[in-house]
């Protein structure tokens, strides 16, 4: 029992270039969330899920896109990396006690 | 729209002494109040939360927090901090389920805790 994890861990991009950040969860919970970390503001939140084939956006959607095709997997593009993406990126995930569990994140810097 | 404000940026205490970790919010009906604790390069851990009942809620490793609805609070509480308290905190408002928030969470800006032995 994993809990949620994170793919991968650390990435270093170009500006310019692309990836994708995957969450996976064996905790068959509904909804699941993305969201990024940055010193003193706090985590805020790109994009969410409420279920298998359903994306919406968050707080600060601009510059990514997601997508759920398997209820356990909820996925993080960047199309084109730039240089303000440098962040953590943190999944959560929760069923509909509120209760949001945490992935351990990755670091990605953009260059 | 719901708003979480962590007044104290950086908090240093001495080991043993009691902790208070301050938390205001705004939201228009009554909230999801959680706290969340992370230690360096980790993710984030589940302290407590409050969606209803008690005012006072028990957490894991000591902490307790109180709701105050005419204060629109929910600040954080240890009697003895632990040198291995030393993490960053979040304070998170959260809305309820049935309406068409979907349990997103807003965060406060976090609060980094610094125990001197």
């Known amino acids: 029992n994993a809990g949620v994890t994170q793919t991968p861990k650390f990435r270093v991009l170009k500006t310019g270039q692309s990836m994708t950040l995957l969450c996976a969860q064996d905790m068959n919970h509904e909804y699941m969330y993305w969201y990024r970390q940055d010193p003193g503001m706090g985590l805020r939140l790109i994009h969410y899920s409420v279920g298998e084939g359903t994306t919406a956006k968050g707080e600060v959607p601009d510059g990514y896109n997601v997508s759920r095709l398997k209820k356990q997997n909820f996925l993080l593009g960047l199309e084109s990396a730039a240089p303000s993406q440098t962040s953590v990126y943190f999944c959560a995930t929760s069923g509909r006690e509120e209760t949001q569990y945490f992935g351990p994140g990755t670091r990605l810097l953009v260059l | 729209a719901q708003s979480v404000t962590q007044p104290d940026i950086h908090i240093t205490v001495s080991e043993g002494a009691s902790l208070e970790l301050r938390c205001n919010y705004s939201?228009?009906?009554?909230?999801?109040l959680f706290w969340y604790v992370q230690s360096p390069g980790q993710g984030l851990q589940l302290l407590l939360k409050y969606f209803s009942g008690d005012t006072l809620v028990q957490g894991i490793k000591g902490f307790e927090a109180e709701f105050k609805r005419s204060q629109s609070s929910f600040n954080l509480r240890k009697p003895s901090v632990h040198w291995s308290d030393a993490a960053e905190y979040f304070c998170a408002v959260g809305e309820a389920a049935g309406g068409t928030s979907y349990g997103k969470l807003t965060f406060g800006q976090g609060t980094i805790l610094t125990v001197h032995p």
């Open positions: 939201y228009g009906a009554t909230p999801y």
